[in-house]
């Protein structure tokens, strides 16, 4: 008896390493991975612009990352890119969480980043693109697809639905320009109850038409399918947090298994082991600092950190 449709899912020939960079961008689902990943030691960044749903964006995200490092001064955020909102200052390429009091604060802030991110992209590692909605919002005064509306007024933006070729467009250039670089791209089983049902399963779909196109072109894109995972093996609401949209933890740790299992090269796996251990002690909470054993375990999982990163770097 089978109680329930699990995926199968194809390991990848070529597999990560603790040695190698991985790069996340996109929707909040790619945060929920990537900072397992981080939490697990590897060298890892996620949402250097913050979490960004549309294609469009996320290209965007890219072209600046891959920019700045072939022209700095021109690819810096300026002051005509600063919009105020209700939050503070911010940008169209921004996330929300980028607002800061000041424009001045946020320029700082996101050029700082913009650096730091600009020259992890440009190590040949991987980069995981979650993509999570195929609608997009444009500025009309600027004609430019923004990554956050930010809360402004509704009438400034164009509401659109792109299709599975601009989803490909948008993001073909960076997949071909390096073929050295291993891409996988995901679908965010996070669904956007905003657009109606109906009009969130157009968008996914797209967004799978899209992907597959890219896969099909390119020998170095891969799909994972986190969608589909959450969809139809845990197909059900125990698997949602309390929005009923959103992944519990419990349901994005499964899936950040199968992500291991699908990329994790298996002379790695003694390394994860040896991380998820490491992980646990450094976050057990100390109740009595000052005692002997206190001081003993504190010793221990400074040691037992130093050896894993003695390992992997």
């Known amino acids: 008896m089978k109680l329930t449709t699990p995926v199968e899912i194809e390991p990848l020939k070529k597999r990560l390493t603790y040695r190698d960079s991985i790069l996340f961008v996109g929707s909040c689902f790619a945060y929920e991975i990537g900072n397992r990943c981080v939490e697990r030691y590897f060298d890892a960044m996620v949402n250097p612009f913050g979490v960004l749903f549309n294609p469009c964006s996320i290209s965007d995200c890219l072209g600046l990352l891959e920019g700045y490092g072939i022209n700095a001064e021109q690819c810096s955020f300026i002051p005509e890119d600063v919009i105020e909102t209700s939050g503070g200052f911010c ?63 509704s009438e400034r933006f164009e509401r659109t639905m792109i299709d599975a070729d601009q989803v490909f467009d948008a993001l073909s250039q960076y997949v071909a320009a390096r073929p050295q670089r291993q891409w996988i791209f995901t679908v965010s089983p996070v669904r956007h109850l905003a657009d109606g049902l109906h009009a969130n399963t157009l968008s996914k779909s797209t967004l799978h038409l899209g992907i597959e196109k890219l896969v099909n072109r390119y020998p170095n894109a891969h799909y994972f399918p986190a969608y589909e995972i959450l969809m139809d093996e845990l ?18 740790d499964y899936i950040f298994e199968r992500f291991m299992d699908f990329a994790l090269a298996d002379s790695e796996r003694p390394l994860l082991s040896e991380a998820e251990k490491v992980r646990g002690m450094m976050q057990h909470r100390i109740l009595n600092p000052n005692t002997p054993q206190t001081a003993q375990f504190e010793a221990q999982r400074t040691q037992a950190l130093e050896s894993l990163l003695s390992k992997i770097r």
């Open 91 to 153: 940008s169209f390429h921004h996330h929300g969480s980028f607002c800061r009091p000041t424009a001045q604060e946020f320029l700082e802030n996101a050029n700082n980043e913009l650096a730091k991110s600009s020259e992890f992209y440009y190590r040949e590692g991987w980069v995981v693109v979650t993509l999570g909605t195929a609608f997009i919002y444009t500025d009309k005064e600027s004609g430019m697809v923004v990554a956050n509306c930010h809360k402004l007024p």
């Open 235 to 252: 197909r059900d609401y125990r698997f949602y947090a309390d929005d009923m949209m959103h992944p519990s933890a419990q349901a994005a």
